[in-house]
């Protein structure tokens, strides 16, 4: 028996809605009343937007409906801004993190150093088993905080576990990494993008794992070890809105997917995502030009500020993708990887979003023929729309203009919150915030 709830999700291209049921466009959503009009006043019982339905329209002319929604039945609804996904990030040693921006490596020559790194998330498929990964080395006789924050990133980078997580030698310097003139040295441990099964678990296998050193080995009671950034799954994300469609498509009769040939199935979430336009200067939370940075360097500073961005945060700097590992502080963010070209200031600063979610939760109660029982489920409808216009000119901001929220998203806000709030249940406004 399953124990997930009956879902919809309904996948949007930003696009106004649409406007008339005699001539549905291909790529948008719809919102329906009782009689099949187009939603356009409160919810009535007995009326005309008693039920109301979505729907999704395809470019070969076919659509999709959702489940009836009755207006009594109602749970709650709630609305979901876009949230990038964060990496689980840890540093041992010299920590860059603004709020810290210290740490050390006890050095021991000629020194058994032993450390451990617990994987918390699934081995594998239907595998809840931890792993770990156990670190052991001796230190050079003339050992330095450097040569052993080397000896543990090459134990990580060449080890068993070198698909899972990526290890940066760093110091508290200046120059590439911070390791010029530098006193203090770590390591800074991330995590990595692993193999999904998205058809047996329609559920994200993310990597996050906790990091400890032995106090009893050369690592002694001073050498520092702390989390700077947790995993995070996030809302709206590329991931997964594509798990919910994969998921859903069993109640479209795609039950068996060992069948050969193999089913054609179509997904409407986009893996490009929907880039802004420049927040250099953006009205809301400016982050002005990108300050010199070289090529080979981890990090990016702003000459006004990092407010607006988010770990996990898909940004290009003039036209090359990063993606931001972790806020260091007001100015500075670590990017994963190394920054590719030289950026001397003036560079155009733009951020891409996902999906901004709303999440409408119903019951449905039916009777069973013959014998007089109530069958009580609980469904929901998810709507998947892009969290901004292409080229949105503020979009840190939340006020739900279109600066910040896409067409479609200011329609389905307003459409939905004038239906809910007139239902029994009267959820509170909708809101991308």
């Known amino acids: 028996m399953s124990i997930h709830k009956v879902t919809n999700i309904f996948v949007g291209d930003g696009s106004a809605l649409e406007a008339d049921v005699n001539t549905l466009t291909a790529g948008k959503l719809g919102l329906f009343g009782q009689n099949q009009s187009i939603l356009a006043s409160a919810y009535s019982a007995g009326g005309a937007s008693e039920s109301i339905t979505v ?11 959702s489940m009836a929604i009755n207006g009594r039945s109602v749970i709650s609804a709630r609305a979901e801004r876009y949230k990038p996904a964060a990496r689980e990030v840890w540093a041992v040693g010299h920590n860059r993190l603004g709020s810290v921006n210290a740490g050390t490596i006890e050095v021991n020559n000629a020194t058994e150093y032993t450390m451990t790194i617990r994987f918390k998330n699934d081995k594998s498929l239907y595998s809840e088993r931890p792993e770990t990964l156990r670190i052991q080395f001796i230190s050079s006789a003339t050992a330095t905080q450097l040569s052993i924050a080397t000896q543990i990133a090459a134990a990580i980078n060449n080890g068993g576990f070198k698909s899972l997580i990526t290890a940066v030698v760093i110091g508290d310097g200046t120059g590439v990494l911070g390791l010029t003139g530098a006193t203090d040295y770590g390591v800074e441990i991330y995590a990595n993008d692993i193999n999904q099964f998205a058809s047996s678990t ?11 050193v032995d106090d009893s080995t050369g690592f002694g009671t001073t050498t520092t070890c702390a989390q700077i950034q947790a995993n995070s799954y996030g809302e709206g994300t590329y991931n997964f809105v594509y798990n919910k469609e994969n998921f859903e498509y069993q109640y479209e009769g795609l039950s068996n997917r060992r069948l050969w040939p193999a089913q054609t199935v179509e997904f409407g979430v986009s893996s490009t995502g929907y880039l802004s336009g420049n927040v250099a200067a953006a009205a809301t939370l400016p982050t002005g030009n990108v300050s010199a940075v070289a090529v080979g360097d981890d990090t990016l500073t702003f000459a006004t500020a990092t407010t607006g961005f988010r770990g996990g945060e898909i940004i290009t700097v003039n036209g090359v993708q990063y993606e931001i590992l972790y ?36 019951a449905d109660n039916t009777f069973t023929s013959g014998a007089d029982l109530q069958a009580l489920a609980t469904k929901a409808i998810y709507i998947a729309t892009p969290a901004i216009d292409a080229g949105a000119a503020d979009p840190f901001d939340t006020t739900g203009d279109a600066a910040d929220t896409s067409t479609e998203g200011i329609s389905l806000l307003s459409k939905l919150n004038t239906w809910l709030a007139t239902t029994p249940a009267t959820p509170a406004t909708l809101t991308f915030a």
Do not use: P, Q
């Not at 470019?59 to 409906?65: E, L, Y």
């Not at 329609?202 to 990091?211: A, G, I, Q």
């Not at 200031?345 to 979003?353: I, L, M, N, R």
């Open 202 to 212: 329609y559920k994200e296998n993310r990597v996050y794992f906790s990091c400890h």
């Open 55 to 65: 729907s999704k329209t395809f470019a070969d002319g076919t659509f999709k409906k």
């Open 327 to 362: 806020i260091i502080s007001s100015t500075v963010v670590r990017i994963k990887g190394l920054a590719t070209a030289v950026y001397a200031g003036g560079a155009a600063v733009k951020v891409k979003y996902f999906y901004d979610l709303i999440v409408i939760t119903f």
